[in-house]
Nanobody, 115 residues
Framework: QVQLVESGGGLVQPGGSLRLSCAASGSKFIRDMGWYRQTPGKQRELVATVTSNNSTSIADSVKGRFTISRDNAKNTVYLQMNSLKPDDTAVYYC??????????WGQGTQVTVSS
């Protein structure tokens, strides 16, 4: 069983930066990892993904501002968020894809961008 623990969320002013971390435990090979975000009243959005060999995909809404990376030795995925905007406010959920039918989810971490 793979469990994910997220950290790094918080309150930041517009233009600020934040780094989210998501650590996976369970001693299983993880294929893809990434981040979704959810805001009340809005559709869940896939923010970024990274494969086991560091191929990345970034949503257009955050491209140029967010960077995803992973440390395979630690099975940890990171989301570096720069130039944050109020529209980035959301609960951010990390995920880890073990197989096509087995995905683990983090508990969510709140990111609030406000003056």
């Amino acid at each position: 069983q793979v469990q994910l623990v997220e950290s790094g969320g918080g309150l930041v002013q517009p233009g600020g930066s934040l780094r989210l971390s998501c650590a996976a435990s369970g001693s299983k090979f993880i294929r893809d990892m990434g981040w979704y975000r959810q805001t009340p009243g809005k559709q869940r959005e896939l923010v970024a993904t990274v494969t086991s060999n560091n191929s990345t995909s970034i949503a257009d809404s955050v491209k140029g501002r967010f960077t995803i990376s992973r440390d395979n030795a630690k099975n940890t995925v990171y989301l570096q968020m720069n130039s944050l905007k109020p529209d980035d406010t959301a609960v951010y959920y990390c995920y880890a894809s073990i197989t096509f039918f087995n995905t683990a989810w983090g508990q969510g971490t709140q990111v609030t961008v406000s003056s």
